[in-house]
């Protein structure tokens, strides 16, 4: 059928997509064909301004690689990534879960280590931390044989996958909880850096005068068959970065109490799993 207005387009379109197998997806895609096209009437869009999008989206592709993804870099800039952690978790408190972003540099595969190990593989200046974890369910209960895989950036503010100074897999590390839902390790204090600014993410920080800087944290993610996996980030209460983070990550449950005392950090913390279905993210790099 001939395109009578711009209306009857956007009615065109949902119907040639209204017949789908899934139904979840059809609903996905309504919605956002909906929204699209409202978007692009209620700024007017021009035809150039198509084409800077097109070219937009090609550049986040092409920024993309085995070591980072680009399009999980510019959601979080978006607030899309926290957006959906939130509608899908809560904000957590004293009796639930406090849940983060993935981030972009989760890797499968680190090395399994014993309690009390240290994740730093690879010589790596900075202030000595000790962690002492303790996970457990929403009624505090202990949940002993839950993986808890942690991550950081190094105190220079890379993850070892940047770094080519850094020997693979460093400041990385999978350890499990033991009978009483506690897991601990060493490591070094990890420090606040810049999201990487050289792909189209960074241009729109720039256009807005975003500054980069993340404030420091330990990734956390926790699997345990039974309850809902649960990716955590812990911040530092007094990071100068608490309330302009560039990826909108910091919650108020997620800070946590960083204490230097004589030259060495410790942090303890406490992770709550609330019961359900246990799946492992999608790596965003290899």
């Known amino acids: 059928m001939p395109i009578k207005n711009d209306d009857n387009l956007t009615r065109t379109v949902l119907e040639a997509y209204r017949d789908c197998p899934s139904p979840r997806l059809a609903q996905i895609l309504a919605s956002l064909l909906t929204h699209l096209h409202a978007f692009v009437r209620d700024v007017q869009l021009t035809e150039e301004e198509l084409g800077f999008a097109f070219d937009f989206l090609n550049r986040v592709g092409q920024a993309s690689n ?136 960074g241009d729109l920080l720039r256009a807005f005068d975003r500054q980069p800087f993340r404030p420091a944290h330990l990734h956390v993610l926790i699997y345990k068959p039974g309850f809902k996996t649960l990716v955590a980030q812990v911040f530092p209460g007094d990071d100068a970065h608490l309330e302009d983070d560039p990826v909108f990550g910091v919650t108020e449950a997620l800070t946590g109490d960083y204490h230097d005392q004589d030259g060495v950090c410790t942090l303890s913390h406490v992770f709550v799993l609330r019961e359900g279905e246990a799946r492992l993210p999608t790596p965003p790099i290899k």
């Not at 014993?114 to 209960?141: F, K, L």
């Not at 506690?182 to 070094?188: E, P």
């Open 66 to 201: 085995d070591a980072h993804n680009e399009a999980a870099l510019l959601s979080d800039a978006l607030g899309v990534s926290t957006l959906a952690c939130l509608l899908n978790n809560g904000m957590g408190g004293p009796t639930e879960p406090a849940t983060a972003l993935l981030g972009p540099f989760w890797r499968l595969n680190a090395p399994e280590l014993e309690n009390g190990a240290s994740i730093v593989h690879c010589p790596t200046d900075g202030t000595p931390m000790s962690v002492e974890g303790r996970v457990c369910d929403v009624q505090g209960n202990p949940i002993p044989g839950a993986r808890v895989d942690v991550w950081q950036a190094s105190p220079i503010g890379l993850y070892e996958n940047q770094d080519p100074d850094q020997t693979d897999m460093n400041l990385r590390g999978v350890f499990t909880c033991d009978a009483q839902g506690r897991f601990h390790f060493s490591s070094v204090r990890p420090a606040g850096y810049p999201v990487p600014m050289h792909g189209p993410t």
